[in-house]
């Protein structure tokens, strides 16, 4: 069963830095296409950014572009997200995920999310 596992975040002052880490398992984590979302208290789950299994090829919705730094270490089976300048807009939950399709049929996974709270 895949597994995904945030860990890093936690509470910072406006301004500061997080780095969030996923730990996946039960599958062939260098294969696929990762992605970190995020969800504000009263809003939808939102794309942070993704990143490619070949090559790294990055992508960032506009919040995230200058500030935001999704990374991967295949070896270690790991997606990152390294948060810099970070505002009081920024406090969600932040999940891992998985998602693809074989054939006709798709597959979504979420780890259980980690708190990051922006906050003086």
């Known amino acids: 069963q895949v597994q995904l596992v945030e860990s890093g975040g936690g509470l910072v002052q406006p301004g500061g830095s997080l780095r969030l880490s996923c730990a996946a398992s039960?599958?062939?984590?260098?294969?696929?296409?990762m992605s970190w979302y995020r969800q504000a208290p009263g809003k939808e789950r939102e794309l942070v950014a993704e990143?490619?299994?070949?090559?790294?090829?990055?992508n960032y919705s506009d919040f995230a572009k200058g500030r935001f730094t999704i990374s991967r270490d295949n070896a270690k089976n790991t997606l990152y997200l390294q948060m810099n300048s970070l505002q009081s807009e920024d406090t969600a939950v932040y999940y891992c995920?998985?998602?693809?399709?074989?054939?006709?049929?798709?597959?979504?996974?979420w780890g259980q999310g980690t708190q990051v709270t922006v906050s003086s």
């Open positions: 995920n998985l998602n693809y399709r074989l054939f006709t049929q798709k597959f979504n996974y």
């Open positions: 039960s599958f062939t984590f260098s294969s696929y296409t």
């Open positions: 990143i490619t299994s070949v090559g790294g090829i990055t």
